[in-house]
């Protein structure tokens, strides 16, 4: 269901197969459906029950594209990666990783949590962004959605707006905080665009 365009969506085998409008979907509801709670096979727990069963429900703060559906599909319980029999992934259940690469005609950013994994070498994870996994993607933990000891990185940039510099970020918990005000915790480098409550703007190099 995708509450912005009033419409619901069916997939079938990850290929879509029927879109049907929902008037009404948000009258008298606010972000949170107000006051109203969801139901999930059944209607008010009393009528309208679904006769079966459901595996890996989702809710999703934003709506999935059709590429993103057909990968769930492919990939259920996440999607498979496998790092070489002599590299491990370190990566632990929640963790938020990002892989990000200037290819020459273009950038690629890759972003994708970690549903489990499988001793050193096999973790799944379920994408987050359009740009899905891929051989070869290198991928770094920038936070974790599910532990606080891991939402600290080191970011480490020649290419940003106001680079080089060196990030120590901490709090990340979410993609969307990523590298933000909030979660960088000190910067080593370039100093322009920054600014102090105590120095005021802040220009050239420095910690």
């Known amino acids: 269901m995708r509450r912005a365009t ?4 069916i997939y079938l085998n990850g290929v879509l197969d029927t879109s049907q409008s929902l008037s009404g979907f948000n009258s008298n509801n606010t972000g949170n459906f107000g006051n109203r709670k969801l139901f999930i096979s059944g209607r008010n727990f009393t009528s309208n029950f679904f006769s079966g069963s459901i595996e890996e429900f989702r809710l999703y703060n934003r ?27 370190g990566f632990l259940y929640g963790d938020l990783i990002r892989a990000q690469r200037f290819t020459g005609v273009g950038t690629y950013r890759s972003d994708a949590i970690v549903t489990h994994t499988e001793g050193l070498n096999i973790f799944y994870v379920e994408p987050q962004s359009t740009d899905l996994p891929a051989r070869d993607y290198d991928y770094v933990r920038i936070g974790s959605a599910t532990d606080s000891s891991r939402r600290g990185a080191v970011y480490l940039t020649a290419d940003d707006s106001g680079a080089p510099y060196i990030d120590v970020i901490d709090g990340v918990n979410s993609f969307a905080s990523f590298n933000t005000m909030s979660t960088i915790k000190t910067r080593n480098g370039r100093l322009s665009g920054i600014t102090s409550p105590i120095f005021g703007t802040l220009s050239g190099y420095g910690f």
């Open 6 to 9: 009033n419409e619901i969506s």
């Open 63 to 89: 709506a999935l594209s059709a590429q993103e559906v057909q990968a769930l599909y492919e990939n259920r319980g996440g999607i498979k990666l496998q790092t070489n029999e002599d590299t491990v992934h």
